[in-house]
């Protein structure tokens, strides 16, 4: 069904480009979805991935179970299911995940990848300002740090959806969720210079006449052109760590967070629909509360 077939496609790149898989584990990933999308096909009338319930996870794990499955591919099923949605929530293509709860081996609390404010400079000085392609490149990473867009919001962004006099974007999320997102008058500039310098010289292909990245083409970016021009400008900038597009987004989220923003107005220039996607974050400042009690805690400084 091209509903699932879609889906892996786009699960499978984001595999290859942000957790840089080897051949074999994303084959392995990419065949344990489509046994779930041939189980939805046959025992649940073709439910799409977006619609798909926790209990008929649940329906589809029980029936494997029936199957001799080693510890070790019940383990990476789960993880590969779990993925997958969580995949399809980041990419608004769900609000909930259904797999969130399936019981599997203990994986440990997910915290989003983030670069420090030194990291993101780092890379961002890495890049070749004197020419058009890292211009472009530039007011790419700096919109994907400075509003926090996922890599799709990111190529679908429109030029008619910026209202630089009031300081905002308008981002149309997936399933036609539109969000304002507040944009910093230095991050107007460097898109006010692409556009005027950079996208003014292309020759736009008529079906993207609005759209504000482009390639040499005249056409709108796909995902996996920005998952490897970050790779690059990664390694260029000497971060030894996989980075992707989502990587800035937490970034965004995380030193709102760490500069004081108030959770609910950062989940609202998420987009996220519940708080508690936001939540995540708060627990990377863990660390951060445990060094503060220790330190400052009049029980831990021998007082009585």
Known sequence: MKNWTEKIEEFTDMLRFEKNFSNNTLEAYKNDIKKLELFARENLEWVKPEEITHAQLQEFLFELSKKKFSERSQSRLISSIKSFFKF?????????????LLEGP?????????????NIEKLIRSIDKSDDLGTRN??????LYGCGLRVSELIELKISNLNFKE????????????RLVPVAEYTQKIIDNYIKNVRSKNKV?????????????????SRVIVFLIIKELAIKAGINRRISPHTFRHSF???????????????????????????IY???KTEELREVILNYHPRNNGES
Request: overall charge negative; aromatic content about 4%; proline content about 2%.
């Open 88 to 100: 399809l929530v980041e990419d608004n293509i769900r609000e909930d995940n259904p797999a969130t």
């Open 106 to 118: 203990k994986l440990g609390l997910y915290l989003p990848d983030t670069l420090s404010v030194e």
């Open 138 to 143: 530039h007011c790419m990473i700096e919109v």
């Open 167 to 178: 300081g905002y974007m308008k981002v149309e999320g997936k399933g036609k969720k539109v």
């Open 205 to 221: 292909h008529k079906k993207h006449q609005d759209i504000l990245f482009l390639n040499n083409r005249g056409t709108g970016l």
């Open 253 to 279: 989220a995380t030193h709102l967070l760490q500069n004081g923003a108030d959770l609910r107005y950062i989940q609202e220039m998420l987009g996220h629909s519940s708080i508690t996607t936001t939540e």
């Open 282 to 284: 708060t627990h990377l």
